[in-house]
């Protein structure tokens, strides 16, 4: 019988949501037997569902507090009475509280070096290897199987995580993963134009217009002091725009658009910001709405319009522009992308962003600015993962919505019979990794259906290779079921 939504969601509030915070010790390297140095890194642990062998679902942390990724993946919590799983969330080294070397973990190079995606992996592979150990009451298995979950850059580990440490995780959901925004990989204008596309059929009105226009207006207009000083006051900035300030603002509005596009949900929510259902056609309604009759009229309706994305709850009284997404660590990420997450961006007059061609001299100039660290070889994680020659991973879903523009860099094909791919055309970031929603499109419910039967195959091979007696008795055997709205 299907359970009423609105008491599959008030339960999720009341039990699936919680969680107790545990921390471990973790070597700060783990490819070096010269440094014995630790430092405890955070994971959630939830084992209300917890049965007898149940799997493990582990959710690989990326960039930012891990408590925020745990409240914006539901999915994992609706299915895990199913499974009888465990549930852990482990945050990723260097954000949130896991700070190897507490305030002073930014503050220079040799401290920074160790922020890597194959010593977070490693983090990963450790705390597996202790909740194995731990969490195991059958004389019947050494230890139990775990199922690798994750999205964005979160995802992208989690299926390197399969790749390399495939003996630790029986599968991996990878969800909205650009294993493939890489140099020589993706072609760099594939970003904005999806971006672009999402912008340009969000309204009748083609809301990208106006935007395309925009980013020569704003140059004209802040070239001169008066019109820095009015539109620090039209757009409501904290600090008064100076000259050295214009290429910040123009990646903040920027970045405001991309992540309008990225959590386009079909619902409110509040992962990067506090936001309306369907932000992207909100910011178009209240664009194309405004009549403009002018340059500044136009940066007024655009400012105007940024509310949805910078002041939905009518709280915030100033826009910093050097920020524009608190929940997550943009110093990390930043540091990142310097050094081995280095995506190519560029744009062109076939999309609606300022145009901008790809100079990795420029960018490496600019890193070395920052952070003291010049990356010489943008093709490192190629090497360390294997690009687009993937043939001989297994057991990996690449699932990706269509309208994010992440999905430029991920895998839209599957890759063989156990390297699957699947697609939302409906969809937004990850929109599949969240909680079930009535408003939910029917291609992220069927994706969804397509995890759980994954899932299913990868732990019902598990148990059976272990003990084929165990495995028929139990009562896994028979309790793997999932629909939509009737999986609690």
Not at 98 to 111: V, Y
Not at 164 to 187: C, D, E, R
Not at 276 to 305: M, Q
Not at 424 to 448: F, M, Q
Request: hydrophobic share 40%; charged share 20%.
């Amino acid at each position: 019988m299907r359970l009423n939504v609105a008491l599959v969601l008030l339960f999720r509030e009341i039990f699936c949501y919680n969680y107790t915070t545990k921390f471990i010790d973790v070597p700060l390297d783990h490819f070096s037997f010269t440094n014995n140095a630790t430092f405890k890194l955070k994971y959630l642990i939830n084992d209300s569902f917890w049965i007898d062998d149940g799997p493990i679902f582990f959710y690989t942390g990326n960039e930012g507090a891990v408590e925020t990724f745990a409240e914006n993946t539901g999915f994992i919590f609706d299915i895990a009475p199913t499974f009888n799983a465990l549930i852990v969330f482990a945050e990723h080294r260097y954000y949130g509280a896991t700070l190897p070397f507490g305030n002073a973990s930014f503050s220079n190079p040799g401290h920074l070096g160790f922020l890597t995606s194959s010593q977070a992996l490693a983090d990963y592979v450790y705390l597996i290897n202790h909740l194995q150990t731990t969490h195991q009451r059958s004389e019947y298995l050494s230890k139990v199987p775990v199922v690798a979950f994750g999205g964005s850059y979160g995802g992208m580990l989690a299926a390197w995580l399969r790749m390399k440490y495939p003996a630790s995780v029986v599968g991996a959901i990878a969800a909205s993963a650009p294993i493939w925004q890489f140099q020589g990989l993706t072609p760099c204008e594939n970003f904005n134009r999806i971006v672009s596309n999402v912008y340009k059929t969000a309204v009748d009105d083609d809301c990208s217009a106006p935007i395309q226009k925009s980013w020569k207006i704003i140059r004209n207009i802040t070239a001169n002091d008066d019109g820095k000083a009015w539109l620090t006051k039209a757009w409501k900035l904290c600090s008064p725009l100076k000259s050295s300030d214009i290429d910040d603002l123009l990646e903040w509005y920027s970045e405001i658009l991309v992540n309008m596009a990225m959590v386009n949900y079909p619902y409110p929510t509040k992962f990067l910001a506090p936001l309306p259902a369907f932000p992207v056609r909100n910011f178009c309604y209240k664009l194309t709405g405004e009549k403009i009759t002018d340059d500044k009229s136009l940066v007024t309706a655009i400012g105007n319009a940024l509310e949805i994305y910078t002041n939905f709850t009518k709280a915030t009284k100033c826009n910093n522009i050097n920020q524009t997404a608190a929940s997550l660590g943009e110093e990390g990420w930043d540091f990142q992308a310097c050094t081995e997450m280095i995506m190519p961006m560029c744009s062109d007059d076939n999309d609606m962003f300022e145009n901008q061609s790809w100079d990795f001299k420029k960018y490496s100039d600019k890193c070395y600015t920052k952070w003291g660290v010049r990356q010489t070889n943008a093709e490192l994680p190629i090497l360390e993962y294997g690009g687009k020659d993937i043939t001989a991973a297994s057991n990996i879903v690449f699932s990706n919505g269509l309208l994010d523009p992440w999905s430029s860099g991920g895998v839209l094909s599957n890759i063989s019979s156990t390297v699957s791919s699947v697609i939302i055309p409906e969809g937004a970031h990850h929109l599949d990794l969240r909680g079930e929603n009535r408003n939910d499109p029917k291609s992220v419910i069927e994706a969804r259906q397509f995890h759980v039967s994954s899932i299913r195959k990868w732990i019902t091979d598990f148990y059976y290779s272990r003990d084929k007696n165990y495995f028929k008795k139990s009562i896994f055997f028979n309790k793997i079921t999932y629909t939509h709205g009737n999986n609690i």
